[in-house]
């Protein structure tokens, strides 16, 4: 298939070198078969031909070359312009994994620590009160306001059981004080937000139940505090250009790259009953950690292959490999007692580390491997990262309607292209 490998041609030549495990090749893992990576591609183009997507890109990477590069259909029914490897997507709440890795660095140099009280930071998290919806008889829900039993800890910022959701209507009184707040209105800073969140009741007690939320936007903020610089300005100096991730920011300032974006169909660009899929053209202050990134497939790539390495990617180390292992451990197990609240996104077989969903058990009827750390994005895309296979996957597409669905299926199809 000569233009299959002239795509995967291409893609090295924007990935660079690798930076793979010396002596990996070959040396561990499943390997692909062709005939269930047709399949995957299928699928692909049928979700196309029955316009549920526009376009899509996947790539499969294993022992640090693509194994599979694909560009499917458009970035934007509009245009009609082929998706391709410089395409820019909303990454969403894979920005979190970023944020993560950035904080990580200041713990590995003793500028932070995962014990550390939020208020240390930030001294009005030591004021807040967490908020106890009560029904009188009448049926009618009330709150009241109770201490802090013990602080908010970086921890679970990280883990997502600070108590910080990211409110919506019908998720209790809580919930709609932080649907009902204006959080993003007037374009916050990182530090207006953070007042902001700060004048609210936290939904639970800090470290009793895992609550989607701002955790990783307030980490956001912690790192601004700590470096005196913006959190791009930081993760810029420190993650992102030395990994030559020079498409990641958190909106597309240059004119001319505004064709490249990929946008999801017409009818899909609701995010949430009250959001819609923001305009990534238009200058941003808030640099949200939590979920504000945009970037191309080749930028998460360099992202993805540096964890997979251990902390390092064409000879340079941002991490110690102890500290990935850490942020791809699970830190809310049984032995926590952290309480999983019924939107528990990371599914049953999975826990959660600090920025990851990590693999605790074996889906039934399946061999996928444990220790597999991922997450996703409202917008659609999705990575995970597979050390027993020494491989890691992107899947990069706008669609906030059919993006669990797709996940599941063609998360299926890719291991079972590799016989698990």
Do not use: C
Not at 91 to 112: F, H, R
Not at 359 to 364: E, F, H, I, K, L
């Amino acid at each position: 298939m000569p233009g299959r490998r002239a795509t995967i041609a291409a893609l090295v030549l924007l990935l660079g070198a690798t930076g793979a495990k010396a002596g990996s090749e070959g040396s561990v893992g499943h390997r692909f078969s062709p005939e269930g990576l047709a399949k995957v591609s299928d699928y692909i183009r049928n979700e196309i031909a029955t316009g549920k997507i526009p376009g899509a890109i996947l790539l499969l990477q294993q022992h640090g070359k693509p194994v599979y590069y694909r560009n499917f259909g458009v970035r934007d029914v509009a245009t009609e312009l082929s998706m391709s490897a410089d395409t820019i997507f909303r990454l969403y709440s894979m920005s979190k994994p970023i944020t993560s890795v950035s904080a990580m660095m200041l713990v590995e140099e003793g500028k932070l620590r995962l014990d550390d009280p939020v208020s240390k930071y930030i001294p009005a998290f030591a004021d807040m009160k967490v908020g106890v919806e009560k029904r009188g008889e009448d049926g009618k829900a009330t709150m009241t306001l109770e201490p802090l039993k013990r602080p908010i800890t970086i921890e679970d910022l990280m883990r997502h059981t600070a108590g910080l959701p990211y409110g919506y209507y019908g998720g209790g009184v809580v919930n709609k004080a932080y649907a009902d707040a204006g959080l993003f209105d007037n374009d916050p800073s990182n530090a207006d937000l953070v007042a902001r969140l700060t004048a609210l009741p936290l939904a639970e007690q800090p470290g009793t139940q895992w609550d989607y939320g701002h955790g990783t936007d307030v980490l956001g903020r912690i790192i601004e505090v700590i470096t005196g610089k913006s959190l791009l300005q930081f993760e810029q100096e420190r993650l992102l250009g030395p990994l030559g991730m020079t498409e990641t920011a958190f909106y597309v300032a240059d004119k001319a790259k505004w064709p490249l974006i990929a946008e999801p169909m017409p009818k899909d660009r609701s995010i949430s009953p009250v959001a819609e899929v923001r305009d990534i053209r238009k200058p941003l202050r808030w640099e949200s950690g939590g979920g504000g990134m945009v970037g191309t497939v080749g930028d998460y790539a360099r992202f993805s292959q540096m964890l997979l390495n251990g902390g390092t990617y064409e000879g340079r180390r941002y991490l110690k490999a102890e500290t990935i292992a850490l942020m791809a451990s699970d830190h809310i197990g049984p032995e926590t007692g952290v309480v999983r609240d019924k939107n528990y996104y990371p599914g049953l077989n999975s826990g959660f580390g600090l920025g990851f969903a990590v693999r605790t058990s074996v889906p039934a009827n399946t061999s996928w491997p444990l220790g597999e750390y991922r997450w996703d994005g409202v917008g659609g895309t999705f990575f995970f990262i597979d050390p027993e296979d020494d491989l890691f996957g992107i899947f990069m597409v706008q669609t906030p309607s059919q993006r669990g669905r797709i996940q599941l299926e063609l998360k299926t199809l890719i291991y079972q292209a590799m016989g698990r």
